[in-house]
Antibody, heavy 127, light 113 residues
Framework: QVQLQQSGPGLVKPSQTLSLTCAISGDSVSSNIVTWNWIRQSPSRGLEWLGR?????????DYAVSVRSRITINPDTSKNQFSLQLNSVTPEDSAMYYC?????????????????WGQGTLVTVTS | DIVMTQSPDSLAVSLGERATINCKSS????????????LAWYRQKPGQPPKLLIY???TRESGVPDRFSGSGSGTDFTLTISSLQAEDVAVYYC?????????FGQGTRLEIK
């Protein structure tokens, strides 16, 4: 059974960097049939996919346009986890942040729903 | 980005009655080569992350009660709870996984009447 355990601070000052980690058990961050994602949820923006990292002979990242200039998602193979960094945060980045796994495609059949999810981290951006 | 629009925003149903939630995508999420609709439904209870209920528009995730069913194709989808139980009080989301970025509906809050 795959489980995702999030960690990181819940309070970040404006203009600073939000950093969260998602530890994986029951799967490998280096698996070539899944992607590892960050999603956030706020009353104003709803559920918003932020980006993903995945390994297909080499590492790839995809990011949402809304955060592309400020986001980095990195795998850590030594600890079997992946991380989110969001730079230059403002109060509009206050949200519940989730990590989540999605399987990829086998042939032309894709299993790209999000399951499982981490427990969530409430991040508040305030001075 | 693909816009997912759910209706209604909130819904109150009596215990044992049917609940119906609709989801409309701005573009078709039907994969023509395999005839699968790339549409999932999630349930989110307070203080918890979303939980997968249904994928491919109509396939129940393992362990999901059979009172939950999904239907629809192309751009229009429905989640039906045939006989509402107290534990079904939650917010329900649809999500398309055909296009990048993946996008979610705004959610439908389901309550007991």
């Amino acid at each position: 059974q795959v489980q995702l355990q999030q960690s990181g601070p819940g309070l970040v000052k404006p203009s600073q960097t939000l950093s969260l980690t998602c530890a994986i058990s029951g799967d490998s961050v280096s698996s070539n049939i899944v992607t590892w994602n960050w999603i956030r949820q706020s009353p104003s923006r709803g559920l918003e996919w932020l980006g993903r990292t995945y390994y297909r002979s080499k590492w790839y990242n995809d990011y949402a346009v809304s955060v592309r200039s400020r986001i980095t998602i990195n795998p850590d193979t030594s600890k079997n986890q992946f991380s989110l960094q969001l730079n230059s945060v403002t109060p509009e980045d206050s949200a519940m942040y989730y990590c989540a796994r999605a399987k990829d495609c086998s042939g032309d059949i894709c299993y790209r729903w999000f399951d499982p999810w981490g427990q969530g981290t409430l991040v508040t951006v305030t001075s | 980005d693909i816009v997912m629009t759910q209706s209604p925003d909130s819904l109150a149903v009596s215990l044992g009655e049917r609940a119906t939630i609709n989801c409309k995508s701005s573009q078709s999420v039907l994969h023509s080569s395999n005839n699968n609709n790339y549409l999932a439904w999630y349930r989110q209870k307070p203080g918890q992350p979303p939980k997968l209920l249904i994928y491919w528009a109509s396939t129940r995730e393992s362990g999901v009660p059979d009172r939950f069913s999904g239907s629809g194709s192309g751009t229009d989808f429905t989640l039906t709870i045939s006989s509402l139980q107290a534990e079904d009080v939650a917010v329900y989301y649809c999500q398309q996984y055909y296009y990048t970025p993946r996008t979610f509906g705004q959610g439908t809050r389901l309550e007991i009447k």
